[in-house]
């Protein structure tokens, strides 16, 4: 289901003008958001980081209030209560909000466990390489996935030249040795992930210490859990790194057991 500045988009009829940077060179910005019981959660933080993403890279300011309004009607047109919210926001401007539903395989991921690979990705510490920004030039980022399943994993976790661990394609990545939780610090041009902020609260409130920093591979490897964050995929254990087997721990199950009751929370208050 898509909704865009025109009402319910017919998919016969085209979004964007042609001349749209968006389509012709992948410069507009965009949110996945994941929708519990039809609320997308954090939206306001998801609308707070497709602006800065916008003014990154030079678009007009972003109508929130337009986009809010589209992500409300395409919910409801929709009519799909757990489903992933898609935001879009190009140079012309356009806002597109599109519903689709959710892939039905991830809970049994959960349970089974990702085996990840790991590949050379950029430490984005140079303004213009865009760190942190979501557009949608993402087609690396999707090559990676596709480069994990061709070699028999499930997804990608990026290391830098020095093997300093970033983030997966879609994902921020976590792992665990005692009661500590190890994740890769902002400060290495990753994405600000908004899973990634629950789970440092929730992590905090179930009695976690969380250090955030610039650690190697060789720490996710020799670590006692590691699992993902993302929206979509919420928390996710992985199970396999580079082919050698990962241990499973309670975070993972913990946390993301906090992370749907803090979901339910701002459904019933
Ligand atoms: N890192 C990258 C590169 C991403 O694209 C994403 C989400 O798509 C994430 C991390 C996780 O972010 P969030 O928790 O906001 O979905």
Partial sequence: MAVGGRGVVDPAEPVLLADDEALVRGRG?????????????????????????????????VNVLQLKELAAQALEAAATPNAVLR????????????????ADHYDELRERGQRLISLRGIRADQPWLLPGVKSTSYAVNMAAEAEARRRGSDDAVFVDADAIVL????????????????????ELGILAGVTRAAVIELAAAAGYVVSEGAYPLAELAGAEEAFTSSSVREVMPVTELDGAPLGRGPAADELQAALRHAAEATLHP
């Fill in 29 to 61: 910005a965009f949110e996945t958001i994941r929708v519990y019981d039809g609320a997308p959660f954090r939206l306001s933080e998801h609308l707070e980081r497709l602006a800065r993403s916008a003014e990154r890279i030079g678009l007009p300011t």
């Fill in 167 to 186: 983030e997966g394609p879609t994902t921020n990545i976590w792992w665990r040795r005692g009661r500590t939780l190890y994740t890769p610090s902002l």
């Fill in 87 to 102: 935001l879009f926001w190009t140079p012309t401007p356009t806002a597109l909000a599109l519903v689709s539903e959710l």
